[in-house]
């Protein structure tokens, strides 16, 4: 074992009970000497977030909410592993994660980091809680999050190999999230509910076809589809957040489907496609 790898041990045996400070991120558990080393190491690579870099967005807020202990072990980790080289600027924010733009040694990523509040995770059980990948499902909330970042990266690799537009999942550890970024340096890829798309029909056929796909080949269902988690990138609707998509073994996937049919029909219904609910249900079904 050499001096890094003894290092990172170290790190893990901190206790995980001085995770959060007060006044910023020069909080109690940085300044213990493994930690403080820890983010010597990786400070310069943080400087967007830190406000230090070329972007000027910066709210020091996102940093304090987000970037607590476990997260930037996690961050040490895929960067010592060359998942990530630095990360610049937030660019989605939601009830279970933010989003950033990364730069990595093999082009541009999304780093997706899942808050690790006992708030956010207490209503996704039941999208893991029935998964036959998922048994032996532990109550503890912190290892609650990092099966469900494990099940997004799961989820995005089937739904790759099986031919659909998805981010490809690249790192995973703890509760942050490596994936290919869909969009510019100057912004992402936006969602298609916030454009006029030119050919929306056109549009809604490919999203059914996602659905028949992803549920007889991938056999998953995504679970919470609509508008709001379909990207516009390359003149072509990418689907993204998976993390709740579950096996169409699943207790419940036939409803999860149904909910997703319904959404996707009534976003086309208001772009004025004759979208029938029974008509597209049949589609994806009688594959």
């Avoid at 994660?97 to 996704?124: D, E, Q």
């Avoid at 659905?211 to 990207?231: G, K, Q």
Wanted: net charge negative; glycine share 6%; aromatic share 10%.
């Amino acid at each position: 074992m050499d001096d890094e790898d003894s290092f990172e041990d170290e790190l893990e045996e901190i206790d995980p009970k001085e995770m959060h400070g007060e006044g910023g991120y020069a909080t109690e558990w940085m300044e213990q000497p493994k930690m403080k080393r820890m983010f010597q190491e990786i400070e310069h690579r943080l400087d967007g977030v830190l406000g230090k870099g070329q972007y000027e967005w910066v709210d020091r807020r996102v940093f304090d909410q987000v970037f607590d202990r476990s997260t930037l072990l996690a961050i040490y980790k895929l960067m010592r592993q060359g998942e990530v080289d630095t990360i610049e600027f937030p660019i989605a924010s939601g009830k279970e994660a933010h989003v950033f733009y990364a730069t990595s040694p093999n082009g541009p990523r999304a780093v997706k980091i899942f808050h690790t509040t006992n708030a956010v995770f207490k209503s996704l059980t039941k999208y893991i809680e029935g998964d036959p990948r998922f048994g032996g499902l532990s109550r503890r909330h912190r290892e609650l999050v990092t099966i469900w970042v494990r099940k997004e990266h799961r989820n995005l690799k089937r739904l790759e190999n099986c031919g659909l537009q998805v981010p490809a999942a690249y790192g995973v550890y703890r509760n942050v999230l490596v994936m290919e970024y869909l969009g510019t340096p100057q912004g992402p890829s936006p969602r298609i509910r916030d454009i006029q798309l030119q050919n929306p029909e056109a549009v809604f056929n490919e999203l059914v076809d996602f659905m028949r796909v992803s549920w007889n080949v991938a056999e998953i269902v995504h679970a919470d589809l609509s508008e709001y988690n379909v990207l516009w990138h390359d003149n072509e609707p990418w689907i993204i957040d998976v993390g709740q998509a579950v096996k169409t073994a699943h207790p419940n996937a036939q409803e999860f489907l149904i909910r997703d049919v319904r959404n996707v029909c009534r976003w086309a219904n208001r772009l004025d496609v004759d979208a029938q609910f029974e008509d597209t249900l049949l589609r994806i079904l009688e594959d």
